[in-house]
């Protein structure tokens, strides 16, 4: 399996632009997550995604941030406007479940986001 | 929500040396993970291990959920070994993980 797929993997934009990120999860996994890391704040959960549906996006930092999953194998992160402190690395993740027992997730590469 | 703590925060040791880290979490849990964050930043799993003891290679994980924490330990260290340790739990028994700070470990040649 080729892992959990990310791009791009560098973006540099400037404040106020849209800035659009790309995940496709391991085939047949249920779940999917979008994770910020900072120096700051550490590894944090944005969102997460169960057989496309939004579970829980409690970890949006605001309204600027929205995700979707329009199918099994896709999932977007998108940034409207862009502000130099959602510089980071975003992570994406994949993980199945098997009636009620869950297993772990796998990361994807990241992509290191800078708002200039 | 679930607190989860790592010691030591840093860690320099010389190759060949061995290590043991520790993560402790402050509420039962179903699932834990350990991960290797390497210098060009990939997070890459190394246990999923909610109880007992596991082995791969030169590395090895043990959780005693009763007590509520996990340790790593790393044998006969490599200079490839070094980067940034997390353990992860999830919180509220979901699927949603909470991150330690992570031990950044050094290992010299």
């Known amino acids: 399996d080729a892992g959990v797929i990310q791009s791009p993997r560098h973006e540099v934009t400037e404040m106020g632009q849209e800035v659009t990120l790309r995940c496709k999860p391991i085939?047949?996994?249920?779940?999917l997550f979008w994770y910020r890391q900072t120096m700051m704040r550490g590894l944090e959960l944005l969102i997460y995604?169960?057989?496309?549906?939004?579970?829980?996006d409690s970890g949006m930092p605001e309204d600027r941030f929205s995700a979707k999953m329009p199918n099994a194998s896709f999932s977007t992160l998108k940034i409207q406007p862009s502000e130099p402190r959602d510089s980071a690395v975003y992570f994406c993740?994949?993980?199945?479940?098997?009636?009620?027992?869950?297993?772990?997730?796998?990361f994807g590469p990241g992509t290191r986001l800078t708002v200039t | 929500g679930i607190q989860v703590e790592q010691s030591p925060p840093d860690l320099i040791l010389q190759e060949g040396a061995n290590s043991t880290l520790r993560c402790n979490f402050s509420?039962?849990?179903?699932?834990l993970q350990w991960f290797h964050q390497n210098p060009w930043g990939q997070l890459i799993n190394l246990f999923y291990?909610?109880?007992g003891t596991k082995q791969n290679g030169r590395l090895s994980a043990t959780t005693v959920a009763t007590e509520r924490y996990s340790l790593l330990y790393i044998s006969s260290s490599q200079t490839t070994d070094s980067g940034v340790y997390f353990c992860?739990?999830?919180?509220?028994?979901?699927?949603?993980?909470?991150f330690g700070q992570g031990t950044r470990l050094t290992i010299n040649p």
């Open positions: 993740a994949s993980s199945m479940t098997s009636g009620r027992l869950s297993y772990e997730q796998y």
């Open positions: 085939s047949g996994h249920d779940y």
């Open positions: 995604f169960n057989n496309n549906v939004p579970i829980d």
């Open positions: 509420d039962s849990v179903n699932n």
């Open positions: 291990i909610p109880s």
């Open positions: 992860a739990v999830p919180r509220d028994g979901a699927q949603k993980l909470v």
